[in-house]
């Protein structure tokens, strides 16, 4: 069987089909409105008959767009890939295709420097725009300024910069919040704990306080909270299980992760769940191996990666309306086994 003809180009179709390359051009790029059917039909049969693909480099050079978009999302956890899913489907429907890369979290000046690079490989290779989860929450404006300087567009996804102000899709964590401590309050809790990642991490933030809210408003309701980044937090938290008389019955944790934590905390001192204490987590996280059914909440992420696609290409394509885009995402409560109400027999 023959290969494909190499180097099939439209200078290739125009010589076959005896027209300039112009017409070529502007019939294979549908503006050849003023051309005869039957020329247009020619040249789409030989186009399709050489297999001639259009050059994605030529073509950016000639309209200062590559039809590629800068991705920084860590790939191996299952909440973002769901998130890189939602992207993909979109931009697949969109003649746009994403380069994917990421550091994992910002832990020393090295990753810091290596997430720097990264930003600048995707500029050199002018991707159109990026999308981006940042490792961290704290960067100066001037982190950015290889994209700022070129004006590409910035979509960030699940957290929020805190001196930085650019389009975002994510969560309404302050909503999922409010609904956790509305779930455990109708099922008679009023001692709670809630277990989160310190002021630094937005989405932990924004949960405690719709939390929070809640419970201030509510009769003999209180709550008490543990940092996972604090020191001794393990020793805080089982502390806080062995107190007798003013144990929480329920806990609130900011994701699955820690949540799995809790019931392994939780069961080492010899309670059960949801027996003694209640445990509700957040992202509905199917790979995690938490030894009960979790309550938790599912946060939609594959709906939260293509809200920013398409945030994406409104930037992209000029269609942008208005300023900066906040778009959130509401999660929904999935009750399980993790949670009942207070002195329910077992």
Not at 28 to 34: E, Y
Not at 81 to 109: C, D, P, R
Request: aromatic fraction near 8%; charge should be neutral; glycine fraction near 8%.
């Amino acid at each position: 069987m023959a290969g494909l003809k190499e180097n099939v180009t439209m200078k290739t179709i125009a010589e076959e089909a005896g027209v300039t390359l112009t017409t070529v051009s502007r019939i294979l790029s549908n503006k050849g409105g003023k051309y005869a059917d039957k020329t247009k039909k020619k040249i789409f049969a030989i186009a399709d008959r050489l297999k001639y693909r259009p050059n994605a480099l030529v073509l950016g050079m000639q309209t200062g767009e590559t039809g590629t978009a800068g991705v920084m999302i860590p790939a191996s956890d299952f909440f973002y890939s769901q998130i890189i899913s939602g992207i993909h489907e979109v931009f697949l429907n969109n003649k746009t295709i994403m380069l994917l890369s990421w550091n994992y979290a910002i832990l020393k000046k090295e990753d810091e420097l290596l997430e720097r690079r990264i930003i600048h490989q995707l500029v050199d290779r002018r991707v159109d725009g990026i999308i981006l989860r940042p490792s961290c929450e704290e960067f100066e404006r001037s982190y950015f300024e290889e994209i700022w300087e070129r004006n590409i567009p910035l979509i960030l996804v699940d957290r929020e910069m805190a001196k930085i102000s650019t389009d975002f899709a994510g969560t309404d964590d302050e909503a999922g919040g409010k609904a956790a401590a509305e779930y455990l309050i109708s099922l008679g809790h009023r001692n709670m704990l809630f277990v989160g990642a310190g002021n630094s991490v937005s989405t932990s933030r924004h949960r405690e306080t719709g939390f929070r809210k809640v419970l201030s408003e509510s009769p003999n309701a209180c709550c008490k909270s543990i940092s996972t980044d604090q020191k001794n937090a393990k020793e805080s938290l089982l502390n806080f299980f062995k107190q007798q008389t003013s144990r929480p019955t329920a806990v609130f944790c900011y994701n699955d992760p820690v949540a799995e934590w809790v019931v392994s905390s939780v069961e080492e001192t010899g309670l059960s769940i949801p027996g003694d204490i209640s445990i509700i987590g957040f992202g509905n996280d199917s790979s995690g191996n938490c030894n009960i059914p979790l309550t938790t909440f599912d946060q939609h992420p594959q709906k939260i990666g293509a809200i920013a696609a398409q945030m994406y290409l409104d930037r992209v394509n000029g269609t942008a309306v208005g300023g900066i885009r906040r778009e959130l995402v509401a999660p929904d409560l999935v009750t399980r086994a993790s949670a009942r109400p207070l002195n329910k027999p077992a």
